[in-house]
């Protein structure tokens, strides 16, 4: 089955110890992108990858890093968090990010994962 | 202002209504629209992509004006099933790649 799958799902930790989010996805996507999501402000950008060694800053990227040693794979690092980095967090992936090619640009999700942080 | 904007509802509808939600946009130059469905706690789902002379499935319609910048999408006969937020999406061509950005979403509920 064609997916993005994150770990861990549900996560409480404390402020200044380090987590990864794992995400992977199984469809050969070059494309990939992290999201945190929050009540009244949608869906916002931390870090995207345009293909593998390929990665770059999204809208609020403070606070986290992100790799992308090979294609399936695109974790999401907190080196230490802090309160206001509890959320909803989304990977997605695309074939690519295409200018005008259908398709190209539709994101599949995974599931979430949600993240305390005390 | 935002860059994509819809009105937050929520929309509390009967079965059986039509209902309709848009979304507006900044920047003119955005290229491709999309609609997504987000259930409670779930991650979002393509709805429909959104063509320039509008498209339909099912009981799915979705319209672009692009001179007055915006998209609507209109459901026809909603269901409860359709109880759920719905993400306008735009896509524009920034910075050398194509960025999506998402709306925060319209609630909808259907009620018996």
């Known amino acids: 089955e064609a997916q993005v799958t994150q770990n861990p799902r549900y996560l409480i930790t404390v402020t200044g110890k380090k987590l990864t989010v794992t995400c992977s996805q199984n469809m050969n996507h070059e494309y990939m992108s992290w999201y945190r999501q929050d009540p009244g402000l949608g869906l916002r950008q931390i870090y995207y990858?345009?293909?593998?060694?390929?990665?770059d800053k999204g809208d609020v990227p403070e606070g986290y890093k992100v790799s992308r040693k090979e294609k399936r794979n695109f974790p999401l690092i907190l080196e230490s968090p802090s309160p206001n980095q509890t959320s909803l967090y989304f990977c997605a992936s695309s074939p690519r990010n295409g200018r005008s090619i259908p398709g190209a640009n539709v994101l599949t999700f995974g599931a979430g994962s949600r993240l305390t942080v005390l | 202002r935002k860059e994509v904007e819809q009105d937050p509802g929520p929309f509390n509808v009967p079965e059986g209504a039509t209902v309709a939600f848009n979304c507006t946009y900044s920047?003119?130059?955005?290229?491709?629209f999309f609609w997504y469905r987000q259930d409670c706690r779930k991650e979002p789902k393509l709805l429909m992509s959104?063509?320039?002379s509008g498209n339909e499935d099912g009981r799915f319609t979705a319209q672009l004006n692009r001179a007055s910048q915006y998209i609507s999408l209109l459901i026809r006969d909603s269901k409860l099933s359709d109880s759920a937020t719905y993400l306008c999406?735009?896509?524009?061509?920034?910075?050398?790649?194509?960025?999506?950005?998402f709306g925060a979403g319209t609630r909808l509920a259907v009620h018996p």
């Open positions: 959104v063509y320039s």
């Open positions: 920047n003119s130059a955005s290229q491709s």
């Open positions: 999406v735009v896509n524009t061509f920034s910075g050398g790649y194509n960025k999506l950005i």
């Open positions: 990858s345009m293909n593998v060694e390929v990665t």
